[in-house]
């Protein structure tokens, strides 16, 4: 005869999550620092006494920001890179195929494990809603000129990162980490295979937690 009774027990278990929509989407709540409250099913396989247990459990969020700081140079922000050569973007040549354009963004892994994320979106917030305006200036053969002038009403959103082929571009010396790599040019060809599969790249290896 076996009983759960409140106070009387005490159960040390693993819950393991299924690997699916609604965990990806509950762990990226939890590396963004949210706390969450789920319903655990068990134990499975544990013959007399699987699935005897249904119940809630609260789980704080990550301790760790998972992205900490973004910022932007001339080079990633104003010029930009063309995601099929690796080239700075051309002046007359400035379209969503050929130019990508955006701040640098830095993080930490909140998992104790190397981890390879790819297809990133999210959405960048301000803690305080602002109003700004701004330009683009261009200078052509020493005149300067405003290329493209803004307004934005008073908001908390700012932009939103996402990750794409080709997003090594703005970095020659890229190496992925350990368990990736990329082949060596072969110079009995005409193509740089490495920049290509440096290009076509669109993993990023995220080391371990220290």
Known sequence: DYRVIQGMNTIKARIILDV???????LGRWA???????????????????????????MSGSAITMYSATFGTEETFVKGYNPKTG?????????????????MVMGMNPFRREWQIRDISYDIYLEEAYEYEGNFNVNIAGI???????KCAPSRA?????????????????????????P???????????LQARLADEVIPVPAAA
Not at 144 to 150: C, E
Not at 158 to 180: D, L
Request: contains cysteine; negative net charge; aromatic residues 10%.
């Open 20 to 26: 699916n929509a609604a965990t990806g989407a509950s």
């Open 32 to 58: 963004s620092k949210m706390d969450q409250t789920f319903i655990s099913v068990g134990p499975m396989n544990k013959h007399f006494i699987n699935g005897i247990w249904v119940g809630s459990n609260e």
């Open 87 to 103: 080239q700075p973007c051309q002046i007359w040549d400035q379209g969503l195929d050929s130019c990508d354009k955006g701040a």
């Open 144 to 150: 300067d000129g405003d290329a493209v002038n803004f």
């Open 158 to 182: 700012i932009g939103r990162t996402f990750s794409k082929q080709g997003i090594w571009a703005g970095y020659p010396n890229h190496t992925p980490e350990t368990g990736r790599s990329y």
């Open 184 to 194: 060596q040019d072969d110079p009995a060809t005409a193509e740089d295979e490495r």
